[in-house]
């Protein structure tokens, strides 16, 4: 290593950007350790030690001193709905991160309070009762005293979904209202539904009914996408892989992400892919597809990837562990060779949701038939999830030249999936270390935002800590992963499923330039605190888009979220967890003080009107005092 290697493009003139005084973990195995680095015209210009790289500072270069701080490269959610998420996150009240019922329930009835009719207050995924100290869901009662007057609905993962008396109202739902296919609407000793909506598998009542909600407007969509991109951004994330999604078509909901694409607004890089929306008629939407564009389309920060993840509904499963595995259809291979087999004719790669090794095994059966007629082994196709694969369908993927996408959804239903299956069976689901040692092609992602949270560090911890969000521990030791090899899977790694390998997720001259500095070491902290990790900054393209204390001014300012009731100006997004009082902000107490609280709902006598005593001035360590200072002394 005789000194840093300059990119073709930077070797004409100084940097825009050095980062010096830092630990760099480049993810190149030519170097895989640097203090500094420079960028410019968008890729990594040079990397190496400080005194290499601020040397090649010019008069207009800007050198900021990172502080020992752990830099990596950006982060890529392989796998996640970013498009969909952006349209609809300034409607959504995010309960991901919050560890106490009691203060998500606080957020809720503060929401509803600031609400217009007819908007609702959506919780839409992303957190599970094992988070919250008091393992359990909310109530309806509970709702509907938080909320009586205004919609609420509230989704966990895709099993179930609780909407309050206005949201019944609202969506239309009463006695007369006939059970759907697959799925159950709860109903009283009257026949009245009481607002709980059960997927027994088919999840598809639950995603109805929340379209039937209302809609943000195009200017307020857009401002949406812009606050959804600087969040993943505050979080590390600089590229996904969006999956599509019920309910997400193409192109008629793809405006607004293109909008921002032509007019260089995107923060984050998308690879997209595309998917069917109707049963019977996957074909013809590929066949329609396939004259508009073709995989690749597009530029290094917006193009199109391929098909799925949906590429035939007779061949979709549910990933619902409280529900026993379904059985597909025997169409199943019928109506996807119809689909493949136009892909690989045509040199599109997909992606393919399956949750289960059945459903595995039955699609490997057609590739295999396909592949005879029309190699795939280098279309770069891969399957999304695979949490119960064999090894013998691993051989299989391997010898077609597929991948396998992983998501931490088992960091959400671990405890559900050992319910049933028991934990012998969830010690390898997924097998993500059997897939590394046999040499496939992996990534990681989140599946967020309604199946999971898009907080990519908790993928990250779960693989390395082999635990769910709730802290059971769902794998052996000799089966997690190092924090390095975790780390790969979102950043080198997760390049190939856009086909960027070796231009992304990687700091080396020539490569994207795109990075995170972390507000604490990812490779020293103590393994708990891997889920509270963010960027202080983060930089794509050679240009910072988000920054924090000290790196603040280096980010352009975003607009206020849109409308002026979003949860997202009250909230924001993902709630780190706080461990002491001292440094909090009032409205951070108020929820501390929920929290705190032992009682399943208000008490009847006195009420604990949090708000009120959080205003006061009380000493938050007395807050579990005999007495209390909650508000409350009656001893309930």
């Not at 109202?169 to 607002?195: F, M, N, S």
């Not at 989140?446 to 082999?466: E, F, H, I, K």
């Amino acid at each position: 290593m005789a000194g840093p290697v300059l990119a073709q493009s930077g070797s004409g003139g100084a940097p825009e950007l050095i980062l010096r005084n830092g630990r760099i973990t480049t993810m190149d195995p030519a170097r895989p350790d640097a203090t500094a680095i420079a960028l410019r015209d968008g890729v990594v210009m040079a990397v190496g030690t400080d005194a290499e790289i601020v040397k090649l500072a010019g008069a207009l270069t800007r050198v900021v001193d990172v502080e020992k701080r752990r830099v990596i490269p950006g982060l890529t959610d392989s796998h996640m709905h970013i498009i969909r998420g952006g349209l609809n996150y300034n409607m959504e009240l995010r309960w991901d991160g919050v560890r106490s019922l009691g203060a998500a329930l606080l957020m809720l009835k503060e929401q509803a309070a600031r609400t217009p009719a007819p908007q609702w207050v959506r919780v839409v995924g992303g957190w599970n009762e094992f988070q919250f100290d008091e393992k359990r869901m909310p109530t309806l009662a509970e709702l509907n005293a938080a909320a009586p007057d205004t919609p609420v609905f509230v989704l966990n993962l895709y099993n179930q979904a609780f909407l309050n008396r206005a949201a019944l109202r609202a969506v239309g739902y009463t006695k007369d209202t006939p059970q759907p296919a697959g799925a159950i609407i709860e109903r009283d000793a009257r026949g009245e539904p009481t607002g709980l909506l059960l997927a027994e598998p088919n999840a598809f009542i639950l995603y109805n009914t929340l379209n039937l909600g209302p809609k943000l407007d195009p200017e307020q969509q857009l401002n949406s996408t812009l606050h959804f991109m600087r969040e993943e951004n505050r979080l590390g994330v600089t590229s996904v892989g969006d999956a599509g999604g019920g309910f997400q078509n193409y192109p008629d909901d793809y405006g607004i992400i293109d909008k921002l694409a032509k007019e260089g607004r995107l923060t984050v890089r998308i690879a997209y892919n595309l998917f069917p929306q109707k049963a019977k008629q996957e074909l013809a939407d590929f066949q329609r597809w396939a004259r508009m564009g073709k995989p690749g389309d597009g530029t290094d920060f917006y193009k199109l990837n391929g098909a799925g993840e949906m590429l035939a509904f007779s061949a979709a499963d549910f990933e619902d562990f409280l529900q026993p595995r379904p059985d597909m259809p025997a169409a199943m291979e019928n109506d996807l060779e119809g689909v493949v087999r136009f892909l690989a004719g045509n040199g599109w790669p997909w992606r393919m949701h399956a949750t289960y090794n059945e459903t595995v095994s039955r699609s490997l059966d057609v590739f295999e038939k396909v592949h005879r007629d029309h190699p795939i082994d280098k279309l770069g196709w891969f399957f999304d999830h695979c949490e119960t694969v064999t090894p013998q369908n691993l051989e299989r993927i391997k010898k077609l030249g597929g991948g396998i996408a992983v998501q931490n959804r088992m960091s959400m239903q671990g405890e559900y999936f050992i319910r049933r299956y028991g934990l012998k069976a969830t010690a390898e689901t997924p097998p993500v270390k059997r897939m590394l040692e046999m040499g496939l092609p992996v990534s990681l992602g989140t599946d967020a935002t309604r199946v999971n949270s898009y907080n990519p560090w908790q993928a990250l911890y779960w693989l390395v800590s082999g635990r769910t969000i709730g802290g059971t521990v769902l794998y052996p030791e000799e089966r997690r992963l190092d924090r390095i090899a975790a780390l790969r899977l979102m950043t080198a790694d997760g390049a190939w499923f856009s086909r960027e390998t070796g231009r992304k997720g990687v700091l080396k001259a020539g490569a994207f330039g795109d990075l995170a500095v972390l507000d604490r070491d990812f490779l020293s902290v103590p393994e708990d605190q891997i889920q509270d990790i963010t960027s202080v900054l983060t930089v794509v393209a050679g240009k910072p888009v988000h920054g924090s204390g000290a790196y603040a001014s280096l980010a352009p300012a975003l607009p206020p979220a849109m409308p002026d009731w979003s949860p997202v100006r009250s909230y924001g997004g993902y709630q780190a967890r706080k461990s002491t009082s001292s440094s909090m902000s009032d409205a951070e107490r108020r929820y501390q003080y929920a929290a705190m609280c032992g009682c399943a709902s208000q008490c009847g006598v006195h009420g604990h009107d949090h708000t009120a005593v959080a205003s006061a001035a009380r000493d938050a360590s007395a807050a579990q005092a005999f007495w209390g200072s909650l508000g409350c002394s009656c001893y309930v």
